[in-house]
């Protein structure tokens, strides 16, 4: 009977942390609504170019690339980032990406510096 | 005696190894486009060999395990699955789902979420096979948890947490949690690694029931000792994950329950360094040697990787590793060193249950072992070599590149000692495929009984009945 119990105990445990987790242990201040809408945006081409077979974002990703966290503190002029956004190098493959797309990637970039604890 | 149906246990096990040796095709490129960066770029890219290795990788481990599974909840149970027909739908909806999201990687349609990379819809399908297995393994042993195995405990913690965790996953689709990139990484971070978790439930649990039925003695699932050890590793899959997410800026009590649960895993570890000799003593007595060997290197890796996890669960140390090739190293240990050899002694144990095995497939199964092990020795070590270099080049502020030129000589280490446990694990593969063939063509023939060598032919065994 103890083994049913722990069990149950460990299952109400995880559901009842979880909850913690969604909510306050990640409650953070957004900016405005048009920032996040084109960090969003980013985020989305981030994701459908699967940048994080190279790259990583708090940890999450591959090790080909350098981690991007930080990145828009590290190149806060932008010039930098674009070329390689547009041109890529000898091992990320050029994505040609407009203007447009550019803008809502270095959005997203920024966004996730806002955040990053090693600044 | 109820007669066994093999079926499903082989439909799932030449899955399982199809995705190992697709999986394994898949690494072998991505390591050499570590070394040569122009290497098939324009065919497929590195965005695109990296998911399909990750995918199928992990696809050979929780296939492999749940054929296991189908053989033994019969051999358990003495009786039939509950359903066939969805035992069929579940291999259809696993294959199916595969073809799919190996064409999507392939044709760069991606979600683009680690781990999980294919396209959202198809996770619908991967969801219903699971559900499918779940179902059906449930209800055929129809659990009584007051007096089961502990094995029942894991495959059932296996089958749940993968269902939540995986549905879980698909949280940042809402708004609430995308948008917030510390939520948002969170969550992904709980997700995968309780993913984790719930498919190495599904292979211990295996194991274990292997180990049972090598050793004929029940006590090693019923003691009390089996069970305090299941909650150990069943806290670890529900809370452990936390050691992932010390660079995420959630609150400070995240972190420190995540080193306090990793810190558990030192029980496990006191325990097998407690009981080694004794370990190893028992496994070289199980009857079955290619199983045995296989069990002996898994000894090997899970206390290599053990030591390694709770090292880098340490919050000062994890601040130099997280993000450095140490942690591949420590999956790679876990996924082929414990996984693979472990699915690889339960796959000969259910085979080589009527053994076919000429005095040739010995010798080369067992020149395969070594040759994965060995090789898998350097692969890890490699790895930790390129992960010190780049926590070193962190220290001295080096550029990227820098970095990446300076580990070099261990990438291509890396990537030779890759190649050499794709050769230990083809052969391994290939020896598993032949003994599926004969054991498919002797089951024309012939009834198995689940008591070993008493055999009736079918013709034979018609008439009886």
Known sequence: MWKVRTALLLVIAYFVYSSFIYTAATEVVLPDETVVAQAHEGKMLFQKYNCAACHQVYGLGGYLGPDLTTVAQKYPNETYIRSLLSTGNQTMPAYHFSDAEKDALIAYFK????YAPHK | MHPINKKFSHLFFQLAVGYLLF??????IGSFQYVLPGFLKERIGFQQTRPLHVYLVTAWIFSAAQGAIYFYVQKIKQRPLWSEKLAYLHWL???????????????QSFSGREYLEFPVWIGIIVLLAWLAFGINILLTLKPNYKKAPV????????????????????????????????????VQWKAMGAMVGSWNMLVFGAALCSMEMMKNDKNVSHNNL?????????????????HHTYIVPASPWVKQIAYIISMTELILLANIIWSWRKSMRSTKSLPQKNARRFLMFADHWILLNLITAIAISVPALNDFTHGT???????????????????????????????????????TTSVSIWVTNVSLVVFYSSLVAAGIIKI???????HFAVTMAKSRVFFQLFAISGSGIVLGLLTTCIIVLIKIYRSNKAIKNFIFYDDGPHTVKRSQFQNIT
């Not at chain 1, 966004?111 to 806002?114: F, I, K, Q």
């Open chain 1, 111 to 114: 966004h996730l510096n806002n």
């Open chain 2, 23 to 28: 999986g394994l095709l898949m690494g072998l």
């Open chain 2, 93 to 107: 909806l696993q294959l199916g789902s595969s073809v799919l999201i190996v064409s999507s990687f392939y044709m």
């Open chain 2, 151 to 186: 094995y029942y405990f894991s495959w059932t913690a296996g089958i749940c947490f993968f269902l939540i965790t995986f549905s879980e996953s698909y949280l940042w689709q809402f708004r609430f949690f995308g948008d917030n990139p510390v939520r948002d990484v969170t």
């Open chain 2, 226 to 242: 089996a069970y305090a050890f299941f909650f150990v590793g069943f806290t670890n899959l529900l809370f452990n994950w936390g």
């Open chain 2, 325 to 363: 090739h140490i942690t591949v190293a420590h999956a790679m240990g876990a996924t082929i060193g414990i996984n693979t050899m472990v699915l690889f002694s339960v796959i000969f144990h259910i085979i080589d249950e009527k053994p076919v095995a000429a005095a040739f497939a010995q010798t």
């Open chain 2, 392 to 398: 070193w080049g962190k220290l001295q502020n080096d």
